[in-house]
């Protein structure tokens, strides 16, 4: 059976049209589902070591804290009557140094102050206050039955961690579980008493990390299976292992080796299939390590993958029936003069002449059909000219849009090293700047002791500032900059700020001078930060190029109005040069 060639030109096009368009399609979405996934579960793993090490730095500072405060309690002569107030003015600065702290408590052996009484008293955060906790009396303290706790630490001399602790206050809250750490006092090479700390699970990571891809579930758990943080209260308490997990074993190894697991299984907590993360929060003090439990249901977290896929499919299928309809009637137009010109010439070639006097005349007839010809070629051509500059337009507004999503991610992965990078100096400086508000609070410190602790948290503070630099890099980038006006202690900050530079210009081998004119206000109102940041600068420049002399710092107030001058003894600045002074990227 002869077939027309209007039918061949179809089936030649439409068929490898047909096998080019699946294998794209099968192609494509494989390459989205495996990249979703794989994202996924990076991103989980990512997340979950993040938290592990956000919750285990957390106990870790606060049993370094509880340290500190030890030291200082057991270095005091207590056969005088004011020791007796150093312990609760301790465990009232603890609360203070970390919101994140549910209790503290101290007790003392009744032979410390020579009175036969054992001195004690626990703190818990009660409705938005500090409240005396009613669980400890003195039977209880000695009993080593109902206050295990507190003799682990008299027997051992060292620190204490229970990661299952179920304490119940006696404010009719009712039980509470909590990670509890427990440091020993020493005083002469012997331990007289015990000082703690109580740490909710619910304040040891930031619930706000998890709102991605779905509902998250987020739990806690111990190395026995238990439930130790859960949203939903009925869970805690519980054992991981009673819920019907189609990997059971699995999980159970995974609690009892102290290894990750990540995985889709069945899980009854989140109500079918799950990528399910464990991942082991691995702790210096104790051996009672606890483990961070993630979980969300696949349906929700491929939910985006399998959105593009059937977008995907359903445009590759209606732009493919758009092209065919387009070849259709391409082929249609195009076959349609070719053949009734084939039909012509093929009269004409058996002798029928009678279709040149058809037409109305053998000169316009030639000329109709040359020019149907030549115009057929000039269309083909333009055709293909115009696809080609519509490639070339697709294409250069393809690598356009990737340019642009390279640059939005850079940006995006920029901002996001800059917060983690960040959150995770803040968290030892803010330790370090509270153990030194501590240590300038105790009475007991001598001059230079006290001087040298000033230093260290003048320069955290320092340091605190250069790492918000880093932030407000990001910040001008992005054009969310601004300024906070608060009201500050000048003279304090002057204070600080020649103790800083002092430090800068003895470290180039330069003399600082200070120069005050006029009366200083005490107080100003303003953005201390900024203002703080851009005299460092002109005095680490003025330090930088000046290779010997001095640095002087000139502050003055007239009619309430405060300037400040740095002037130095260095090679200065070329006057072809200071009109560029306050243009970017110059030096």
């Not at 106990?59 to 309690?73: F, I, K, M, P």
């Not at 005349?361 to 057929?376: A, F, H, K, Q, T």
């Not at 004119?517 to 005095?539: A, F």
Request: net charge negative; hydrophobic share 45%.
């Amino acid at each position: 059976m002869k077939t027309t060639i209007f039918v061949r030109i179809l089936l030649a096009t439409l068929l490898p049209l047909i096998l080019i368009f699946s294998l794209v399609i099968v192609t494509i979405n494989n390459i989205i589902y495996t990249t979703g996934t794989s994202f996924a579960r990076e991103a989980t793993n990512l997340l979950a070591r993040q938290t592990a090490r956000q919750i285990s730095e957390k106990l870790e500072a606060t049993a370094n804290l509880l340290e500190l405060v030890s030291h200082s309690l057991g270095d005091v002569d207590y056969r005088g009557s004011k020791e007796r107030t150093r312990a609760p003015a301790a465990i009232r600065r603890i609360l203070a140094a970390d919101p994140a702290i549910h209790s503290a408590w101290f007790a003392y052996e009744p032979e410390v102050f020579g009175d036969g009484v054992r001195h004690y008293e626990e703190l818990v955060r009660h409705q938005g206050e500090l409240a005396e906790a009613r669980d400890l009396s003195p039977e209880i303290l000695a009993d080593p039955g109902r206050s295990p706790w507190y003799h682990r630490v008299l027997e051992s001399g060292r620190v204490y961690l229970d990661m299952v602790g179920d304490y119940d206050y006696g404010l009719g809250d009712g039980s509470v579980l909590v990670a509890a750490i427990n440091h020993p006092i020493f005083s002469g090479g012997r331990v007289i008493g015990g000082l703690g700390a109580d740490l909710k699970y619910e304040d040891l990571f930031d619930p706000a990390a998890f709102r991605f891809g779905g509902r998250w579930q987020v739990l806690l758990v111990s190395s026995q299976g238990r439930i130790l943080y859960s949203e939903d209260r009925e869970q805690v308490g519980r054992g991981l292992l009673d819920y019907p997990f189609s990997d059971q074993e699995r999980l159970a190894a995974t609690l009892q080796d102290e290894e990750v697991f990540l995985g889709e299984v069945y899980s009854p907590l989140v109500g079918g299939e799950s990528l399910v993360c464990v991942y082991p929060i691995p702790l210096d003090h104790g051996r009672q390590n606890i483990h961070l439990f993630l979980g969300i249901s696949t349906k929700e977290l491929y939910a985006t993958a399998r959105s593009s896929m059937e977008v995907i499919v359903a445009t590759s299928f209606l732009g493919f029936l758009l092209l065919a309809f387009s070849i259709f009637v391409a082929t249609r137009n195009i076959v349609r003069p070719i053949k009734r010109l084939t039909g012509d010439f093929n009269k004409i070639a058996h002798g029928d002449l009678n279709i040149v006097s058809r037409e109305g005349g053998p000169g316009r007839n030639g000329r109709s059909r040359v020019v149907e010809l030549d115009i057929l070629e000039s269309s083909l051509w333009k055709m293909l000219a115009q696809v080609n500059q519509a490639h070339e337009l697709s294409l250069k507004a393809a690598d356009e849009r990737l340019e642009k999503e390279r640059i939005v991610a850079a940006a995006q992965a920029k901002n996001q090293f800059f917060a983690s990078m960040s959150h995770e100096i803040r968290t030892p400086m803010n330790a370090i700047l509270g153990i030194s508000e501590i240590l300038l609070h105790d009475g007991h410190l001598t001059g230079s002791d006290r001087k040298y602790v000033s230093d260290i948290r003048v320069s955290s503070e320092a340091l605190l500032a250069i790492i918000n630099d880093i932030l407000d890099l990001s910040k001008l980038e992005s054009g969310k900059l601004s300024l906070i006006a608060v009201d500050f202690d000048f003279h304090q900050f002057l204070g600080h700020l020649r103790s800083v530079a002092r430090h800068l210009m003895t470290k180039a081998g330069l003399v600082f001078l200070y120069e005050a004119e006029g009366d200083l206000p005490r107080c100003l109102y303003g953005d201390d930060i900024r203002l703080r940041q851009i005299l460092l600068n002109l005095l680490s420049n003025a330090a930088k190029f000046t290779p010997a002399g001095s640095v002087t710092l000139k502050v003055a107030a007239e009619n309430e109005v405060v300037r400040f001058a740095v002037s130095d003894t260095g090679v200065g600045i070329k006057p072809e040069d200071q009109a560029a002074l306050f243009e970017p990227f110059t030096r």
